[in-house]
């Protein structure tokens, strides 16, 4: 069975701050990466994909994840992060004969103004 | 357009019994899956349906089962409830089950 890890569980930055969270998984075939994020109070939502292609995937809010396949990688980076950026995010991988994401547990990041 | 609805969005249930918690997919969408979330923990996978058919099952009990209607809803049901089913119960549509999920809010369940 595959599964994700995050190894970064609590982040706190200050506003304008770099920021790159880590996301490995299990399985060396073909697989779909995810990252998810979940806004205070708000439903889960898609912040970008990579199904193929390019490996540097560009999500919504200036956010963008490398997959790295030798490394089993998949981390999310954001240039400048702002207040706004406060929320849960989760990496979600599909692969190994099953394509329904498995998720990791995610980072609680907190971004001080 | 209308997102994924879940209902109730909090249930209050005693142990040993049942619960049925219901989800209606984003129109289109033909896939539903099911997700548990305990505090501090991503969401574990419990069920998926495509087409009305079951494809896939996460590592959870008989207690567990789950349908899915002919307009696409579903429904997931637990019996003989125990304290650590309390949780977020997530339900997430797609158009095939293998792209991108969309959530619904979830149903909290709490167990006494």
């Known amino acids: 069975a595959q599964s994700v890890s995050q190894h970064n569980h609590h982040v706190i930055l200050s506003e304008a701050a770099s920021l790159e969270l880590g996301c490995n998984y299990s399985y060396g075939g073909t697989v779909n990466l995810f990252w998810y994020v979940q806004y205070p109070g708000q439903h889960l939502q898609l912040l970008l994909k990579?199904?193929?292609?390019?490996?540097l995937v560009k999500g919504i809010k200036g956010f963008e994840a490398e997959f790295i396949k030798s490394k089993f990688s998949f981390n999310l980076r954001k240039p400048s992060v702002q207040w706004s950026d406060t929320a849960e995010y989760f990496c979600a991988v599909g692969g190994g004969g099953s394509y329904i994401p498995t998720f990791g547990r995610g980072t609680s990041l907190i971004v001080h103004p | 357009d209308a997102g994924v609805t879940q209902s109730p969005t909090h249930l209050i249930k005693t142990r040993g019994q049942h619960v049925t918690l219901r989800c209606s997919p984003i129109s289109g969408h033909k896939s539903v899956s099911w997700y548990q979330q305990v505090l501090g923990q991503g969401p574990q996978f419990i069920f998926q349906y495509y087409e009305k058919e079951e494809r896939g099952r996460g590592n959870f009990p008989d207690r567990f089962s789950a349908r899915q209607f002919p307009n696409y809803s579903s429904e997931l049901n637990v019996n003989a409830l125990l304290l650590g089913d309390s949780a977020l119960y997530l339900c997430?549509?797609?158009?095939?089950?293998?792209?991108?999920?969309?959530f619904g809010n979830g149903t909290r369940l709490t167990v006494t």
């Open positions: 990579y199904f193929s292609g390019d490996p």
């Open positions: 997430a549509s797609s158009l095939t089950g293998e792209g991108p999920l969309h």
